[in-house]
């Protein structure tokens, strides 16, 4: 196991709602990376939290926003929820950011309805 | 075009039998490499690094190649526990949004 969490495994959601996802990164790891998996396809970057600065952004609109806290782990929000936004959400925590070996949690599988 | 491609296969192989992932990448810019291992409703784990002069880890072997701008994986003597999706991952540079994965490459071994 990669000592990464996740909470909750699964959520169901309806359109226009907000959700809060969470992540703990693995002990000592002080970066945290968000990706979206949507089925059959491989993992979207969304942002990645370093020391508790947004560090990085992929190519999702302002609607997800996160936040690391000080003991490193993190949150996914995301605001006026599309059916789009159904997929596998997992967070990944790393030593350090770019190109360090990134850990992955087991994910949260939204539903939006 | 996408910055990584990858054969989504299935490939569905005899066991024993050596089976080899190909993946491309667009930006020749691109520094790291990984192979991650996905198996059905489970998040990726890492297989291995990619590194120019080629890694083995047992069956599994990865090669790099810069010129033609692709990866490999190389798996031999196939075990049903290889069956997975294998994902190709590429690095385009320090720093937090150059991390691009493939679609990935479904594995199916058979008895």
């Known amino acids: 196991e990669t000592g990464v969490t996740q909470s909750p495994t699964h959520l169901i959601k309806t359109r226009g709602q907000q959700v809060t996802l969470r992540c703990s990164s693995q002990?000592?790891?002080?970066?945290v990376s968000w990706y979206q998996q949507a089925l059959g396809q491989g993992p979207q970057f969304i942002f990645q939290?370093?020391?508790?600065?947004?560090?990085g952004r992929g190519n999702f609109p302002p609607r997800f926003s996160g936040l690391q806290f000080p003991n490193y782990s993190s949150e996914l929000n995301v605001n006026a929820l599309e059916l789009d936004d159904s997929a596998l959400y997992l967070c990944a925590s790393s030593l350090g950011q770019g190109t360090d070996t990134q850990y992955f949690g087991p994910g949260t599988r939204l539903t939006v309805l | 075009r996408k910055e990584v491609e990858q054969d989504p296969g299935p490939f569905n192989v005899p066991e024993g039998a050596t089976v080899a992932f190909n993946c491309t990448y667009s930006?020749?810019?691109?520094?790291?490499f990984f192979w991650y291992r996905q198996d059905c409703r489970k998040e990726p784990k890492l297989l291995m690094s990619?590194?120019?002069s080629g890694n083995e880890d047992g069956r599994f072997t990865a090669q790099l190649n810069r010129a033609s701008q692709y990866i490999s994986l190389l798996i031999r003597d196939s075990k049903l526990s290889d069956s997975a999706t294998y994902l190709c991952v590429v690095i385009l540079k320090t720093g937090a949004n150059n991390l691009f994965f493939g679609t990935g490459t479904r594995l199916t071994v058979i008895p």
């Open positions: 939290y370093y020391r508790e600065e947004e560090n």
């Open positions: 930006n020749s810019a691109s520094q790291s």
């Open positions: 990619v590194y120019s």
């Open positions: 002990s000592g790891h002080n970066t």
